[in-house]
């Protein structure tokens, strides 16, 4: 057993003091009060944070694609970049490329990734799914806790064939997306690796696939992830195919609960949120992303007040940092609303709810035991350096905000992954 006794630790919502973390084998065995001096002077102790979805290839697409010859450049054009780079490179190039993105979550306190998965092949002729495992042992390598989110991929758009770079990802038939699923359950590591369910979008799999994709996740208790509704065009494309908006699909169709995530939902309409938060159904956000695209800003004030769980994820890795995540969501909404203080708990306090999103509502919708300090979850963990960017002037019950507002990753100075902390794992190296 290891006992850890920070300066501070974010219990409840909050900073407290006087607080020791007993950690055995890879989970939290106890949090009591200290019975000594600190064993982190000047330091406090985070949940380590959850980012809920990621693409890891897509890193090597940092700084392409931000050059703008014509006013018309989209998401859509933005596309076309990435198609390119799927082309190109080997299995691998793919688990460098995501071992070096896992790298610097690591680097910046992220603990656990949804890695939204749907680069499955090197070879598109012979379907063969080379790129699964190569995610794996990338994150194995990196000593991050990975949820290897198995996306479904089978339309170029709402019943268009694949085409081009699409092949990549073609997961085929039902059958064959559910060999994948099992094969990448076999490769994973029991401790740190599972597997969860994801559609990649209503416009990428067909109604009654995703409908049968959801069957499955719920007959195996996997967690169920689709993106939705980042763009109008998608919408108005299910509009002119189904006569409804992706929502209401979702909402019709799919089940939702307290074990689906949907990412993005920038541009979803009120009733069809209020439909899909009255069961239980998740939401993830990606604020540095969607800005990145120019996607636009989703109504998250309803979302909260709707009583949704809502996460963040850093999708495309333009940028890696939860801090900003988190900075992004809250002040991009205060822009956009013109007032102070949006994502907002009982007490008026942004921190607590923004901490929730970064760790603890991530964890619930990948289906991990993690992103809180507290006895029986997993020991992931991260410890801040309260004298770096001017915190030790600030009063405990202003860190919080003073952390996620107006400091860099820089204050991040270790984390650790089921009790195994990142500056151990490279001492070893
Ligand atoms: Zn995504």
Known sequence: MSVIRPELTWLGGAFRDGAQVHIEGDRIAAVVPADDEPTHPGMALLPGFVNAHSHAFQLDLRGRGEVFPSSVESFWTWREAMYELVESRSPDEVAEIAWRCFMEMRGVGITSVGEFHYLHHADPEARDFAMDAAVLEAAQMAGIRIVLLQAAYTHGGFGSPLSGGQRHFDTGDLDTWVASLEAAQRACDAQTQSVGAVVHSLRAVDIEQAVAIRAEASRRGMVLHAHLEEQPAEIEACRE?????????????????????????????GADMAAYAASGGRVCLCPLTEANLGDGISDLPGML???????????????????????????????????????????????ATLMDMATVNGAGGLGLDAGVIAPGMLADLQLVDLDCGGLASVDQDDLGAAIILGSGDDLIVDSCVGGVWLSEMCEAL
């Open 241 to 269: 195919a189904h006569g409804c908006t992706p929502m209401h699909l979702v909402n019709t169709r799919l089940s939702p609960g307290s074990d689906m995530t949907l990412v993005h939902c920038t541009h979803t309409d």
């Open 305 to 351: 007040a709707g009583g949704v769980e809502v996460s963040l994820g850093t999708d495309s890795n333009a940028r890696i940092s939860m801090l900003e995540e988190m900075r992004m969501a809250e002040l991009g909404q205060r822009l956009s609303l013109q007032r102070r203080g949006v994502c907002l708990d009982a007490q008026g306090r942004v921190d």
